[in-house]
């Protein structure tokens, strides 16, 4: 994929990829396109040369709610839940696509998420930062998606919270979903990831297994401390 925001392309031949039943993680410094990427792949911006495609489906022209339908789901950063609503209410939001009966996904949400289930009735804005991301999850995953993508989905939670997000991303996986990630805790991403992509200046630099990513020694210097 090449292209950006009207002006200079941010990603140039960007080429990123995952199968179902993994984890793959886009790592890289501020300013690498990382969220570009990630975008260009939702159809939140035309790329000016290469193709997305799902599966076998040349989905380059699909508006981001037709590939909604097709199979994607997306987890934004910020304001990805509703904060006046309940719990359960947000999970009934994600299936409003759906014509169908809901309640078996849902309760295979509150499997993957118990915490969910216990605090159903309550408003999304009262949980912890945490517990809104297993929301926001949850709400994506109620479009039984074949692909979910996460931005930064461990931004602003504590380290203990970050295991636990990562624990529950890795039950996700065990579905058999693609799961296709950015992430600036770049170590503990990889360390989950079945693949991971180093981007800088909107190129691939690196790109391998996570363990082979965590044993790079230009990966450790430049992005891992050492």
Request: proline content about 4%.
């Amino acid at each position: 994929m090449t292209g950006g925001y009207g002006g200079a392309d941010i990603i140039k031949d960007c080429t990123i990829g995952v199968d179902k039943g993994e984890i793959a993680v886009i790592v890289g410094p501020n300013g690498a396109g990382k969220s570009t990427a990630m975008k260009a792949m939702l159809g939140m911006l035309t790329i000016r040369k290469g193709h997305v495609r799902l599966g076998d489906k040349d989905i380059t022209a699909l508006t981001p709610q037709a590939r909604v339908g097709e199979g994607i789901a997306f987890v934004p950063q910020t304001s990805n839940v509703f904060t006046g609503m309940s719990v359960e209410e947000n999970l009934e939001m994600g299936a409003y696509l759906r014509r169908d009966d809901i309640r078996q996904t849902m309760a295979q949400v509150y499997d993957l998420f118990p915490v969910l289930k216990e605090k159903r009735r309550q408003n999304a804005g009262e949980l912890s930062g945490g517990q809104r991301q297993q929301v926001a999850v949850g709400r994506a995953l109620m479009t039984r998606p074949s692909v979910l993508m996460l931005d930064e989905p461990t931004a602003g939670v504590s380290p203990i919270v970050m295991g636990e997000l990562f624990d529950r991303i890795i039950e996700v996986r065990d579905t058999g979903l693609a799961v296709l990630m950015v992430e600036q805790n770049a170590r503990q991403a990889l360390e989950i990831a079945d693949r991971g992509y180093v981007l800088v200046g909107g190129v691939n630099w690196r790109e391998g297994t996570g363990e082979e990513l965590l044993a790079d020694p230009e990966v450790r210097k430049s992005f891992l401390g050492g």
